[in-house]
């Protein structure tokens, strides 16, 4: 039994460190701001995750009891990710943080759309 716990616990550290090396390498080689914000949101997050959930098997098949104290780790980090990573958007759009050239779905730079931050693509592919 201790091989099959010891396995899963190699597996889940594996997974997770590997999320978490995804999530590096996309926040050091993405090229625009926007895109950096979903290495560390959603790889970076899910590796964890992964390691945090490793660590409550293996301390709760050799404590013989569940160690739930440690689920509140990934349980506050699925929930303070995606809020953080929303302002941090929020706030480079209101900065005008230049975006790479490649990007799509550019906000308009000026008219009534431009206020709402609507780009209006929805429009012309429903009209043609």
């Not at 460190?17 to 050091?28: E, P, R, Y």
């Not at 964890?48 to 104290?69: D, K, R, T, W």
């Not at 209101?94 to 790479?100: D, E, F, N, R, T």
């Amino acid at each position: 039994m201790e091989t099959f716990v010891e396995a899963i616990v190699c597996l889940l550290l594996l997974v997770g460190s590997l999320f978490t090396l995804i999530g590096a390498v996309g926040l050091a080689r993405l090229p625009d701001f926007f895109m950096r914000l979903h290495g560390p949101t959603k790889s970076t997050t899910l590796g964890v995750g992964g390691i945090v959930l490793a660590s409550v098997v293996y301390f709760s098949a050799h404590n013989n009891f569940a160690s739930l104290h440690e689920l509140l780790i990934p349980a506050f980090l699925f929930l303070t990710a995606p809020i953080s990573a929303h302002m941090l958007a929020k706030a480079g759009t209101q900065q005008g943080v230049p975006l790479w050239r490649a990007t799509r779905g550019r906000p308009p730079a000026t008219g009534a759309s431009a206020n709402r931050g609507d780009t209006g693509e929805l429009r012309e592919r429903d009209e043609g």
